[in-house]
């Protein structure tokens, strides 16, 4: 199946953020060893930071970390790093102008980084870990974003003008790192290649990203995660945003109810009682897309979207403790106030006013 949807802007308050540790600017080495924090600058200037392990986004849940900032007043960050190259034994992973997109409609500016520092595996013969990033580039960035007057999608256009020049220099590292180390990388020529395309500019490197992304959401719409427990019919989204951009996504499950469509985003776990605060998180992000799509059509005809965010589990019987009860009230609040449905199991969760009660 196949949906085609518009969205004109983002509206979305978020209940089911995590508390963000502060950490004053001068210790910004240290706080990007957290998955996110909040960087307070002076008094009057503090801005909401979350950090990418890996530029692909089904690792470490970045869409979680991402998630938690949305809560916070002022400017959110995430810092992605262009290349995350673990060595010829590991992953290789490109930034994706998607994530750079989807980050631009949630109004989060990336900054785009760079690992300079790694230590050897020690299970693997051509393998690092424990990278860390180029501090004062990111520092650097995070100085010029302070005064930077406008919006993210601006500000993430512009560092995608720079983008060969970031990548160069991640290559450079991870040559040092491959003489220092004495691993094995991958190759540097097909990396290049790719630089070469998106060094021709922003459009070359939408373009060939773009293009990847769709293979991607292809090969996504018709695999099941062995992790999901799905029963619907996957889709493929294309949405499309004010500027004419289009951006390709997959729902796990789509159900048409009468004019309405049921967009489906599901999470399991097959030992908890509720899944991972990261997995719920990062269908959270989901669902602040899919609360604002508008003319939403399948084969011509508009529906209305009806989002939902589906929780299975390994067993049937839901015992909550204290701090999943607590976790769950929040999810509702998230849901009312949002305009999406929850689903545990079989079963859709009732929302009503009390939740707001103190």
Known sequence: MEILAEISGLKYTPFSCSSLEVFDVSHLEDALSSPNFILKFNDENNIAVSRWVSPKRTRSYPYANVYDTLGFTGKKVTIIPVIKD??????????????????????VYVV????????????????????????????????????????????????????????????????????????????????????AKLSEGRASFMGLSRQLAKKAQKRESVTNQPKERLEGEKAIITIKNYLGGNYYFTC?????????????????TETGSLPHEGDIKDGLLKMVLFTNLVRVTIDGREYKPVPVLKLTTGSRHLSLNEAQ?????????????????IKINDEFIKLDETLFDE
Do not use: C
Request: proline share 1%; hydrophobic share 35%; charged share 30%.
């Open 86 to 107: 673990e060595g010829f034994d590991g992953d290789r992973d490109f930034l994706q102008w998607d994530t750079v997109s989807l980050m631009s409609l949630l109004g």
């Open 325 to 341: 009860e607590t976790a769950l009230k929040e999810l509702k609040k998230d849901a009312q106030t949002n305009s999406f449905r």
């Open 112 to 195: 785009i980084g760079y690992y300079v520092h790694a230590t050897k595996n020690p299970s693997y013969e051509n393998k690092i870990t424990d990278q860390r990033f180029d501090v004062q580039h990111i520092r650097s960035e995070l100085n010029e974003l302070l005064s930077y007057q406008s919006d993210a999608l601006h500000w993430n256009l512009s560092r995608i003008d720079k983008i060969s020049t970031i990548a160069e220099a991640a290559l450079n590292s991870y040559d040092a790192l491959s003489r220092s180390l004495g691993i094995k990388m991958h190759s540097r020529e097909s990396a290049l290649k790719r630089i």
């Open 252 to 268: 796990d499950e789509v159900e048409l109810h009468g004019n309405e469509v049921y967009l489906i985003e599901g999470k399991h």
